[in-house]
C-alpha cells in the first residue's frame, strides 16, 4: 500500500463508521451518541483533509450497529454525516442521517430565563428549519439556531 493511501484511521472488521462530521461537531458527535459509556472499541481521528467539508472528524465504532432514531440525532451538528456499516471488513450499507421533527433533551434552550436552564425539565424543541438547523423551545418558544447550539451531557 502507497503511503499516500494508508488509512488515517485503521479499518475495522465489524461495526459502523460515521464519517463525514464537521471536526468542529466531533465532541457534539461523541457526547450525543454517548459514546463514553459504550464498552466497544472506538476509534476517531479529526481535523482530516476532507474535499467537501475542509476538516473532517471520523468515528469507527466496532461491534455496534446504532438505531436510526439515535443516529438521527446527530444531523443536528452533523447533517452531512454518512454511516457506513461495516461486516467482515467490507462497506455492506450506507446511510445518511435525517433531522428529526422533534428534539428531546439534548440541546440546551439559549435563552436564559427558560425554565428548563432553572428547574430539572428535560428541553424539548420542534425541529423549524432543516436546511440551517433551528430549534423552537416547547417551553418559551425562543430559537436556537446551529451556531448556538449547546449539547448538554
Ligand atoms: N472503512 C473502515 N473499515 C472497513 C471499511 C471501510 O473503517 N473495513 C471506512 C473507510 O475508511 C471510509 C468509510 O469506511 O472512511 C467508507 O468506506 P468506503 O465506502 O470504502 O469509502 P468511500 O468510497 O471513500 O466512502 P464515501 O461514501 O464516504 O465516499
Ligand atoms: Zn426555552
Known amino acids: ?10 479499518a475495522i472488521k465489524e461495526g459502523t463508521v460515521i464519517d463525514h462530521i464537521p471536526a468542529a461537531s466531533l465532541f457534539k458527535v461523541l457526547t450525543i451518541l454517548d459514546l463514553e ?3 466497544s472499541q472506538i476509534t476517531f481521528g479529526t481535523n482530516l483533509y476532507s474535499k467537501n467539508l475542509g476538516l473532517k472528524a471520523i468515528i469507527k465504532v466496532s461491534n455496534k450497529f446504532f438505531k436510526d432514531n439515535e443516529i438521527n440525532k446527530i444531523a443536528l451538528v452533523a447533517p452531512e454525516a454518512k454511516l457506513n456499516i461495516i461486516t467482515d ?15 428531546v433533551g ?20 420542534t425541529v423549524i428549519n432543516k436546511s440551517d438547523v433551528a430549534l423552537k423551545c416547547h417551553y418559551c418558544e425562543k430559537i436556537t439556531d446551529q451556531a448556538q447550539m449547546k449539547i448538554l451531557k
Open 1 to 10: 500500500m502507497n503511503e499516500s493511501k494508508k488509512l488515517s484511521v485503521s
Open 37 to 39: 459509556s459504550l464498552k
Open 89 to 103: 471488513y467490507e462497506v455492506v450499507e450506507k446511510k445518511i442521517v435525517q433531522i428529526p421533527e422533534n428534539v
Open 106 to 125: 439534548i440541546v440546551k434552550c439559549v435563552n436564559p430565563k427558560c425554565i428548563t436552564n432553572h428547574d430539572e425539565i428535560v428541553t424539548r424543541f
